[in-house]
């Protein structure tokens, strides 16, 4: 087959630019499609907190000129750089205006910048007119969530009769259908369309713009981060109201799972924890956990269940759950411990938890990235009670640590961990269903309970989850398949 241009576009990219999973994906993807031949862009936002020193970025000759419809040309400038340990170039649009601001997405309040919509309008328009600047004649545009998924849309548009782009198809994937890109119908006039775009089925919803929902209209193969995910958006539970849309392009969704990049996340080489260890020497996973245990101001026990969580404090990620049942868990002989940083009532009620509960409950409220994986390699136990989970990272970065995964059954963690059987020893970690307190706390009694007396249980659960791998080259692998047929499919829509 032949080798593929691929113009990866997404609003952030690890280790650059990071808030979530999105970025990790953005860092590592175009990575792994790289070792298999194909020649990979990728282009963010140049953000204040991407260093240019650090990064080594260099500015590229020229400015570049993006049309923004009733706004007219804007003119930009463009970093570039490679990613750490690649030979990926990746792109960083420059404009003071719209990206020169210390968030990615809201301020220090966590309040959404108004001009979202005019910022990453901007930025799909603007790694369109980069490759032709470039001359790099994409076969794929691959855009990422709502943020650059006004690329398929302008692919349909503004550039259908360009011969820069005679050959490109659009690739959109989900990360989280709950972030949409809603906006008021002025933007139209942005995106310069034509009106005739504003309908139910493309743009229009609620007399407002939907910018996702033009994306998925739009592109010729869209994807999930996990087949469950594909399915449960098809739902009203999980289809934040576009569930109509997707099961109308069905034929063109398709579920591929995250992988792992392993060269930052293993035990046995990871450069943040104090010892390393692997699953035939798990001594220093001992270690790790006495070394929490201090760092975190706990009581230094071997013989106690530790509980990690690391994650956005997002209702998304059961927050509301854990809240309900934090009082009732810490009368157990227990320690846990949390990162994260998110709403303001979240951060609040753990700083108060802490306060209360000193030897069993510690927290750390913000983003720290060498701690998160000091708190995979150190607990016993990670806790992810997702509402629902696109994929999820920490759950798999867990498996590979041994450290047992405790998850609801929905989405990527569904399709990532395999539930206990006490009779056969088999499984990785701890399922629940339902989204309730009392369906969490049984399940994490379980999992305590497994660990204060079953041990040989415990021994092969550690042992089935070291063992497991996601790696991403099977992952490009399943991009790949969707990239060939999503240029078939344009070939096919080009000659009916
Ligand atoms: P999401 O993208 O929904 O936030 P994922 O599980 O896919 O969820 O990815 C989250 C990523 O962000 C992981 O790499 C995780 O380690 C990291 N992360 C989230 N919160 C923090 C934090 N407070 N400190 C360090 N890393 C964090
Ligand atoms: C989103 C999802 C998360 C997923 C990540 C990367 O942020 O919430 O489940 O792992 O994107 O695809």
Redesign the pocket.
């Known amino acids: 087959m032949k080798k593929l241009n691929i113009l990866f576009t997404a609003s952030e990219a690890a280790p650059f630019a990071k808030t ?3 970025a ?2 953005a860092g590592a993807l175009p990575k792994a499609l790289k070792k298999l031949g194909h020649d990979v862009r990728v282009v963010i936002p140049r953000y204040y907190v991407v260093d240019k020193e650090k990064y080594n970025l260099k500015p590229l000759q020229g400015a570049l000129g993006v049309p923004m419809g009733v706004m007219g040309e804007i003119w930009c400038g463009v970093y570039e750089g490679k990613i750490p340990n690649s030979d990926v170039p990746i792109y960083f649009i420059e404009h003071e205006g719209f990206f020169g601001r210390s968030g990615l997405y809201a301020d220090e309040n966590n309040i959404s910048y108004s001009d979202n919509d005019n910022r990453f309008i901007f930025l799909s328009k603007a790694a369109l007119q980069l490759a032709k600047k470039l001359r790099f004649k994409p076969d794929i545009v691959h855009a990422n ?1 709502w943020h650059t998924a006004p690329t398929a849309l302008f692919l349909n548009t503004h550039y259908v009769w360009d011969s820069d782009f005679e050959d490109t198809a659009s690739v959109l ?1 989900i ?2 259908l ?1 972030h949409q890109g809603k906006f008021y119908k002025g933007v139209m006039d942005v995106l310069s369309v034509g009106w005739e775009h504003f309908t139910p089925q493309e743009l229009e919803e609620y007399d407002g713009v939907n910018l996702l929902k033009g994306g998925i209209y739009n592109c010729d193969v869209f994807n999930t ?2 087949r469950k ?1 594909a399915k449960e958006i098809q739902t009203p539970e999980f289809g934040w109201g576009l569930d109509g849309v997707i099961r109308d392009h069905k034929d063109k969704l398709y579920g591929i799972l ?1 992988g792992v990049d392993y060269s930052e996340w293993s035990p046995d080489i990871d450069p943040y924890i104090p010892k390393n260890y692997d699953l035939d020497n798990l001594g220093g996973k001992r270690v790790c956990k006495r070394e929490l245990q201090k760092e975190f101001g706990l009581p230094q026990r071997d013989d106690v269940p530790l509980i990690g969580f690391v994650g956005r404090l997002a209702e ?1 990620k059961g927050i509301g759950l854990i809240a309900e049942i934090i009082w009732s868990l810490l009368e157990r002989d227990v320690q846990f411990v949390l990162l994260g940083s998110g709403e303001k009532w979240a951060e609040d009620l753990f700083r108060h938890v802490s306060y209360w509960k000193k030897d069993k409950f510690a927290c750390k409220i913000g983003y720290d990235n060498p701690l998160s994986h000091r708190i995979e390699a150190g607990s016993d136990l990670f806790l992810m009670p ?1 509402l629902f ?5 920490n759950q798999i970065y867990s498996l590979r640590y041994g450290t047992l995964p405790i998850v609801r059954a929905v ?2 963690l569904d399709d990532t961990i395999e539930n206990y059987d006490p009779y056969t020893k088999s499984g990785t970690g701890f399922k629940f269903y339902e989204a309730s307190g009392r369906a969490l706390l049984s399940t994490i009694d379980w999992a305590i309970d497994t660990y204060y007396n079953d041990k040989e249980g415990m021994k092969n659960l550690i042992k089935n989850a070291m063992s497991k791998r996601f790696d991403w080259e099977s992952s490009a692998k399943a991009y790949e398949d969707i990239y060939y047929l999503a240029k078939a499919k344009r070939k096919c829509k080009k000659y009916q």
């Open positions: 979530g999973g999105l990790d994906v969530d994937t990360h989280n709950q981060v996990s995910y995250n998304q997702s989970e696109p994929c999820g990272l989405g990527g």
